[in-house]
C-alpha cells in the first residue's frame, strides 16, 4: 500500500523525494555499452521490478492531455501515432535550462520477439518546446516502421496512415527526459489506449495486443497504475477500470484520475462528485480530476501556464467542484496530482530499497552460477589451450591405468571379472569317476584343494555388474571310459604302456573350454575401458568449441583402442597356441598333485572302510594304554606314521596309507587321471594368471601407450594448420557464445545496479 508521509521540512522532502528518483531513473539506464555509432542502455528493469507509474485508460481518455499537463509539453495528435506505441516520460526538476532528450527504447525485435533493451538517442537534445512535438512524431514513426533505419524518420518524414505502417501497435517506446526549472520530478510510462474495435484499417488481433502491453506493465507489484477515466463516459463501459481491478482488486496501488469535468451532462456532477469523496469505487490514494484545455483551445496555441490558470479558474469558480468541502480540494488540478505522484512514487522507491538490494544480490548470485556453469570461454592462444588440454586428458587417463583408490576406478571394476574369469577355468576341470558308470556313490571332496582354491571375499558393491557364468561344469568320465581310450590308442607300446597321446586328448578338451571365458573377460575389459574412455574425453573436450573436437577425439581414441584391442586379442590367441602343446618346468608342483591324486582315486576305490578312514584321520593328542575301537585305530596309524618317520620317511600323511593297498586292474586309468589331473592344475593356474596379465598389458596399461601422440597427429596440432585447426575446435556453438555475452551483459546491468544502490548509501 502506497501512502504519503508529512515533513516539517519540504526542502528536505523534496531532496529525499529527487535523490529516490534518480536512483530509480539511474536504474533503469544501468549499464551504458554501444551499438554501432549509438550509445545503447540495457536496463535493469529487464531482470527484477523496479517502481514506476503507468498512465492508463480507454481510447479519448484524455490521457494524452493529462501527460500534456504533467510534462509541459505538447505530444502529437495526427492520426495514427499519438497512442500507438507507450511514450516514456523521465522528469526532473533542475536549475539549468529548459531541455528534452528523445530516445528511442528498444524492448522487442521487428518480429515482435524480446530483445536486449536498448536506448538509441533520436537526435540532438532540444531546447525548444515548440520542437518537442515534431520529434516525437518522428520517433513515433520509427517507432512503427522497425524495417527501416531510423535516421530516416529523423531527418525527412512522409505522410504515412495507419495501415501504411508496418505495426499498427508496438511495444517498443518513445522515451523523454526532460529537465527544467519548472518541471516536476516524476517519472512515468504513457500507455496506448485500450480499445474496444478495430476500424477497418485496423487489425482484430491489436485489442489482444494493445490489453497485453498494458497488462505486462500493471501487472508488477511495483507498478502505480494512474487510471484516467474520462466523465463524459459511462463509467462501468470504461474497460480500463475493470483491468485494473483484475490486477489491484483492493485498489492499493491505483491513483484514479477524472478527465474532462466540463462535458458532464448537467444533474450528473453528484455521480463523479463521489468519487472525488472517495465513496464510489475507493482507492488508498484517492481520486483526482483534472481539467485540460479542449481541441480548438489548443488549436490556438494556448501555453501551459495559461492551461493551468484556465484549470485553477474552472475549479474556483464552477459548481459544483467550487463548493466541494475543503479537505477535498487537494484532490482536484493537475499540480495536486503530479504532487501527490511525485510523493508516491519516491515513498514507493524507498520502501522498495531494502527489497530491491535483496532481489539483486539474488540475481547476482544466480547470474554468477549460471556463468560459471558455461564452459570456460575460448583462449587467445588456441593451440595452447587444446594443448593443454590434451595434456590434462592424457595425465588424467594414465592414472585411472594405473590404477586409483576409488570405488569406481578401472581396476576395481574389471576385478570382478577377472575373478569370474579364473572360477569359469577352474570349472573345465576334467571331472574324472574312479569307478565304473552306474555305481551311485558320490565323490569325497578333494580336501587338498579345498584351502588353494577358495577365492578370497570380494566386497560387495552396488555399482559392480556380477559377471556372466562363461562356461558350464566339466563332463563326467568314468574310468572305464579311460581305460579303453588308453587301450585303442596302443600301437607298437610295451604291455603296460600308452601312449602320451591319451593325456593330451583330455588336456586338448579342457584347454579348448579357455577360448570362450578368455574372450568373455576381454570383451568385459573392452567396454569397461571403451565406457570409461568415453566418459574421459566428454570430461575434457565435451565442452570444448562447437562439438567437432569432441567427435574427432573419440575417433581417434576409440580407434587407439581397437589397435590395443587386437593386440591384446592376438596375445590371447598366442597363450592359446601355446597351452595346446602340454609341458611344464614345474616338475615338483606338477609330481606332488600327481601323488595326490593318485591317492585320491585310489582312495575311492577301496570298497571297504580304511581309506575313508585314513581320509578321516585326525592324530590322537594322548596315547591310552586300554584305547577303545576307534582309538585303538588312531594310534595304530600314529604308530605307523611315527615308525615311518623315525625310519627316514618323515613327512608321510595318513592318506598316503592308501597306497599300499593292492595294485587295481584299473591302476593304468588311475596313472592317466592322475596325470591329467595334475597338470590340469598347473596349466590352469598359469593360463589364469597370464591371460588377465595379456590383456591388463596390451590394452588396459597398453591404452596409454601412444595415445598423446596420436591425438597430436590426429588433431593435426604440430602441422602448419595448426593454428586455424585449434581455432576451428575452441570456437564456440553459437548458442553457448550468445547466453555467455546475454548473461555477461545481465551481469553488467546488475553490477552496475549494485553501485549505484551503494552511491545512495554514501
Not at 262 to 272: L, Q, V, Y
Not at 332 to 360: D, F, G, Q
Not at 400 to 422: C, M, N, S, V, Y
Amino acid at each position: 500500500m502506497f501512502t504519503s508521509s508529512s515533513s516539517a521540512d519540504p526542502s528536505a522532502d523534496n531532496g529525499h523525494r529527487r535523490k529516490m528518483l534518480d536512483l530509480i531513473n539511474r536504474l533503469h539506464m544501468t549499464g551504458l555499452g554501444s551499438l554501432s555509432q549509438y550509445h545503447v542502455n540495457y536496463s535493469v528493469q529487464t531482470d527484477m521490478d523496479l517502481p514506476m507509474i503507468a498512465v492508463i485508460g480507454s481510447q479519448s481518455a484524455g490521457k494524452s492531455s493529462l501527460i500534456e499537463s504533467i510534462s509541459g509539453i505538447t505530444l502529437p495528435r495526427s492520426s495514427g501515432t499519438c497512442t500507438r506505441c507507450p511514450t516514456e516520460c523521465k522528469l526532473s526538476r533542475s536549475e539549468d535550462t529548459w531541455k528534452c532528450l528523445v530516445k528511442l527504447n528498444i524492448t522487442t525485435g521487428p518480429s515482435g520477439q524480446p530483445c536486449d533493451v536498448v536506448n538509441i538517442p533520436f537526435g540532438p537534445p532540444i531546447t525548444d518546446k515548440a520542437d518537442v512535438e515534431d520529434r516525437i512524431r518522428r520517433a513515433q514513426r520509427a517507432i512503427l516502421n522497425p524495417g527501416i533505419n531510423e535516421q530516416k524518420f529523423l531527418h525527412e518524414l512522409e505522410d504515412q496512415t495507419d495501415d501504411q505502417a508496418e505495426l499498427s501497435f508496438s511495444r517498443n517506446c518513445v522515451s523523454l527526459e526532460i529537465s527544467g526549472k519548472d518541471v516536476a520530478d516524476l517519472s512515468f510510462v504513457d500507455l496506448p489506449g485500450l480499445i474496444a474495435s478495430v476500424g477497418s484499417a485496423g487489425k482484430t488481433g491489436d485489442i489482444d495486443l494493445v490489453k497485453g502491453l498494458v497488462t505486462s506493465y500493471i501487472e508488477k507489484p511495483s507498478c502505480v497504475i494512474l487510471l484516467t477515466v474520462t466523465c463524459e463516459t459511462d463509467f462501468e463501459n470504461q474497460g480500463a477500470h475493470h483491468l485494473t481491478k483484475q490486477y489491484d482488486p483492493e485498489g492499493k496501488r491505483t491513483v484514479g484520475v477524472l478527465t474532462k469535468p466540463d462535458r458532464i451532462p448537467a444533474g450528473e456532477e453528484n455521480t463523479w462528485l463521489k468519487f472525488i469523496r472517495n465513496e464510489q469505487e475507493p482507492l488508498v490514494n484517492h481520486w483526482y480530476c483534472v481539467k485540460q484545455p479542449g481541441s480548438q483551445t489548443l488549436k490556438n496555441g494556448i501555453s501551459w501556464a495559461e492551461a493551468r490558470k484556465q484549470e485553477n479558474d474552472f475549479f474556483a469558480l464552477t459548481q459544483p467542484w467550487s463548493t466541494v468541502e475543503s479537505q477535498y480540494q487537494k484532490f482536484m488540478r493537475t499540480s495536486n496530482l503530479t504532487e501527490r505522484l511525485s510523493t508516491i512514487l519516491s515513498e514507493l522507491i524507498a520502501k522498495r530499497l531494502p527489497e530491491i538490494h535483496k532481489e539483486l544480490s539474488n540475481i547476482l548470485r544466480k547470474t554468477q552460477e549460471e556463468m560459471r556453469k558455461l564452459p570456460k570461454p575460448p583462449s587467445n592462444d588456441p593451440v595452447s589451450e587444446v594443448w593443454n588440454v590434451v595434456g590434462r586428458f592424457s595425465s588424467q587417463l594414465s592414472r585411472r591405468l594405473e590404477g586409483t583408490p576409488d570405488a569406481d576406478g578401472i581396476l576395481q571394476t574389471i576385478r570382478p571379472h577377472q575373478q569370474a574369469f579364473k572360477r569359469a577355468i577352474r570349472a573345465t576341470a576334467p571331472h574324472f569317476v574312479p569307478w565304473k558308470k552306474g555305481d551311485a556313490r558320490e565323490l569325497p571332496p578333494v580336501d587338498f584343494l579345498a584351502n588353494e582354491e577358495d577365492d578370497p571375499q570380494e566386497p560387495k558393491a552396488s555399482s559392480v555388474l556380477i559377471p556372466r557364468s562363461p562356461t558350464p561344469q566339466s563332463e563326467v568320465i568314468y574310468i572305464q571310459d579311460v581305460l579303453d581310450h588308453a587301450q585303442r590308442a596302443c600301437t607298437r607300446e610295451l604291455p603296460d604302456n600308452y601312449p602320451f597321446i591319451v593325456q593330451q586328448t583330455y588336456i586338448e578338451e579342457f584347454i579348448e573350454k579357455w577360448e570362450m571365458p578368455s574372450q568373455i573377460l576381454f570383451d568385459e575389459v573392452y567396454e569397461i575401458l571403451k565406457a570409461d574412455l568415453d566418459d574421459l574425453v566428454h570430461e575434457h573436450f565435451g565442452k570444448m568449441g562447437r562439438g567437432g573436437a569432441l567427435h574427432s577425439v573419440l575417433m581417434i581414441v576409440n580407434e587407439h583402442l581397437d589397435n590395443a584391442a587386437k593386440q591384446a586379442k592376438d596375445k590371447i590367441s598366442w597363450i592359446l597356441e601355446l597351452e595346446k602343446s602340454p609341458t611344464t618346468l614345474n616338475v615338483h608342483y606338477y609330481s606332488n598333485y600327481k601323488t595326490k591324486f593318485l591317492g585320491y582315486y585310489k582312495g575311492c576305490r577301496d570298497q571297504g572302510e580304511l581309506t575313508i578312514k585314513l581320509q578321516n584321520y585326525r592324530a590322537p593328542t594322548t596315547v591310552h594304554s586300554n584305547p577303545v575301537h576307534g582309538q585303538a585305530f588312531q594310534q595304530a596309524v600314529h604308530k605307523a606314521l611315527s615308525g615311518l618317520t623315525e625310519a627316514g620317511l618323515p613327512g608321510v600323511q595318513a592318506s598316503d596309507i592308501s597306497k599300499l593297498l593292492p595294485v587295481d586292474p584299473m591302476e593304468p586309468a588311475i596313472l592317466i587321471m592322475a596325470g591329467v589331473r595334475a597338470y590340469f592344475q598347473v596349466a590352469y593356474k598359469r593360463f589364469a594368471d597370464m591371460v588377465p596379465l595379456a590383456i591388463d598389458y596390451e590394452i588396459v596399461r597398453g591404452l596409454h601407450k601412444g595415445i598423446e601422440q596420436a591425438l597430436l597427429d590426429g588433431l593435426s596440432l604440430t602441422g602448419p594448420d595448426a593454428y586455424s585447426r585449434c581455432q576451428l575446435m575452441v570456437q564456440e556453438h553459437s548458442n553457448v557464445s550468445s547466453k555467455r555475452a546475454e548473461l555477461q551483459k545481465k551481469l553488467d546491468r546488475l553490477r552496475a545496479a549494485s553501485a549505484e544502490l551503494r552511491k545512495l548509501f554514501v
